[in-house]
């Protein structure tokens, strides 16, 4: 059977939900034909005219790349400007990019774990957990039917808690109603009030997921009717944020900490803050432009946070308390061509994804 677009698309939005981009980023298929059979993929950090013309050498019909090409809404494609000329050049050449950016990096599997896993961090976690991101389901089931409607939710996404999964909450009480003439009930008689033994069933849920969790809640409930109700939670969710932070098996000197870091993330250059005494234990990272989550990096006590695009004035806010280590935005997220690698040949051994070896830093050192 062959592959197509749309197949590739739908598991890397299982992987990093649209839903978890950041409000002002533009994730997604930019441009092409999600139905068209897939020929090859390129796998790219950027897209720019050089990557087309690679895909094209290729004979890859889809760019997978962390930047969105497109950031900015388009109002002419007249070829003025680079951005314009390689949308150009990759719909003439029906080529679909798609973008897989913040949704990325906002997963505890994403771009920052990758990082982590680089810089050998254990015991890592979200730097800056998201709210507003889960839902809470309450529902009324029959005894009998309790363990039915929990698989069925329970396969849907529902009930997954950091490290523990098959989560809800259960209350048996008594459920009551009364069919009316045109009802089909499951349980009871026309115009007769039941009294039904049910329990109460909370489960909670990734708000994305509602449509799938309410189909199989539907699916599985024995009732003609269910009674449910939905309700958005102010948690935070553990494992969907900005930045990662984690611990170092052995705690290690300051300038040899940054010299590896240097090695690992074969940066050019390293700018940092001035280097403190204390040993490095706990490493906080952010992966492209992290400077807003300084003080979080200074609250979670990690001694460094490696992250980039930090502005001269905002090293000012290390204040002597955590090393601010800045390898560059494209060294941050080069490796992100490896994850993504990674994730999609574990689901599609057979098929040909291609790195990318167009270097699209758009910064030299000198």
């Given at each position: 059977m062959?592959?197509?677009?749309?197949?590739?698309i739908?598991?890397?939005?299982?992987?990093?939900?649209?839903?978890?981009?950041?409000?002002?980023?533009?994730?997604?298929?930019?441009c092409?034909?999600?139905?068209?059979?897939?020929?090859?993929?390129?796998?790219?950090?950027?897209?720019?005219?050089?990557?087309?013309?690679?895909?094209?050498?290729?004979?890859?019909?889809?760019i997978?790349?962390?930047?969105?090409i497109?950031?900015?809404?388009?109002?002419?494609?007249t070829g003025?400007?680079?951005?314009?000329?390689?949308?150009?050049?990759?719909?003439?050449?029906d080529?679909?990019?798609?973008?897989?950016?913040?949704?990325?990096d906002?997963?505890?599997?994403?771009?920052?774990?990758?990082?982590?896993?680089?810089?050998?961090?254990?015991?890592?976690?979200?730097?800056?957990?998201?709210?507003?991101?889960?839902?809470?389901?309450?529902?009324?089931?029959?005894?009998?039917?309790?363990?039915?409607?929990?698989n069925a939710?329970?396969?849907?996404?529902?009930?997954?808690?950091?490290?523990?999964?098959?989560?809800?909450?259960r209350?048996?009480?008594?459920?009551?109603?009364?069919?009316?003439s045109?009802?089909?009930?499951?349980?009871?008689?026309?115009?007769?009030?039941e009294?039904v033994?049910?329990?109460?069933?909370?489960?909670?849920?990734?708000?994305?997921?509602?449509?799938?969790?309410?189909?199989?809640?539907?699916?599985s409930?024995?009732?003609?009717?269910?009674?449910f109700?939905?309700?958005?939670?102010?948690?935070?969710?553990?494992?969907?944020?900005?930045?990662?932070?984690?611990?170092?098996?052995?705690?290690?000197?300051?300038?040899?900490?940054?010299?590896?870091?240097?090695?690992?993330?074969?940066?050019?250059?390293?700018?940092?803050?001035?280097?403190?005494?204390?040993?490095?234990?706990?490493?906080?990272?952010?992966?492209?432009?992290?400077?807003?989550?300084?003080?979080?990096?200074?609250r979670?006590g990690?001694?460094?946070?490696?992250?980039?695009?930090?502005?001269?004035?905002?090293?000012?806010?290390?204040?002597?308390?955590?090393?601010?280590?800045?390898?560059?935005?494209?060294?941050?997220?080069?490796?992100?061509?490896?994850?993504?690698m990674r994730?999609?040949?574990?689901?599609?051994?057979?098929?040909?994804?291609?790195?990318?070896?167009?270097?699209?830093?758009?910064?030299?050192?000198?």
């Amino acid at each position: 059977m062959n592959t197509t677009i749309h197949d590739i698309i739908q598991f890397l939005e299982r992987i990093a939900p649209p839903a978890y981009q950041e409000s002002y980023d533009n994730c997604g298929l930019l441009c092409g034909d999600r139905s068209a059979e897939c020929r090859g993929a390129l796998l790219t950090l950027d897209c720019t005219e050089a990557v087309v013309d690679e895909a094209i050498a290729k004979h890859c019909n889809l760019i997978i790349a962390h930047h969105p090409i497109i950031f900015r809404g388009l109002k002419k494609l007249t070829g003025n400007g680079y951005v314009e000329r390689t949308v150009l050049k990759a719909i003439r050449n029906d080529i679909a990019i798609y973008a897989i950016h913040t949704n990325l990096d906002n997963v505890h599997t994403g771009v920052n774990k990758q990082i982590a896993d680089l810089l050998g961090l254990k015991h890592t976690r979200v730097l800056v957990p998201k709210n507003d991101t889960l839902g809470k389901l309450v529902t009324f089931v029959p005894v009998a039917h309790t363990e039915q409607v929990l698989n069925a939710l329970h396969a849907a996404g529902a009930g997954n808690i950091g490290n523990y999964s098959h989560c809800s909450f259960r209350v048996e009480g008594t459920g009551t109603f009364k069919p009316e003439s045109d009802a089909n009930p499951v349980v009871g008689t026309h115009g007769v009030q039941e009294f039904v033994k049910e329990d109460r069933i909370e489960v909670v849920f990734p708000l994305h997921l509602e449509r799938e969790v309410l189909k199989a809640l539907r699916s599985s409930h024995p009732y003609e009717e269910v009674a449910f109700y939905i309700s958005t939670l102010r948690n935070e969710h553990q494992e969907v944020g900005a930045g990662m932070v984690g611990e170092l098996d052995e705690a290690e000197e300051p300038m040899a900490f940054l010299k590896r870091l240097k090695t690992k993330m074969n940066a050019s250059i390293v700018r940092h803050t001035p280097v403190l005494q204390q040993k490095i234990s706990k490493v906080a990272v952010c992966g492209g432009s992290g400077a807003s989550l300084i003080s979080a990096a200074i609250r979670s006590g990690a001694q460094v946070f490696v992250t980039s695009d930090v502005k001269y004035h905002e090293f000012f806010e290390a204040d002597n308390r955590i090393i601010i280590a800045d390898i560059g935005h494209y060294e941050s997220e080069a490796f992100t061509k490896e994850l993504l690698m990674r994730f999609l040949t574990e689901k599609f051994p057979t098929f040909a994804f291609n790195f990318s070896t167009t270097v699209t830093n758009p910064i030299s050192y000198l």
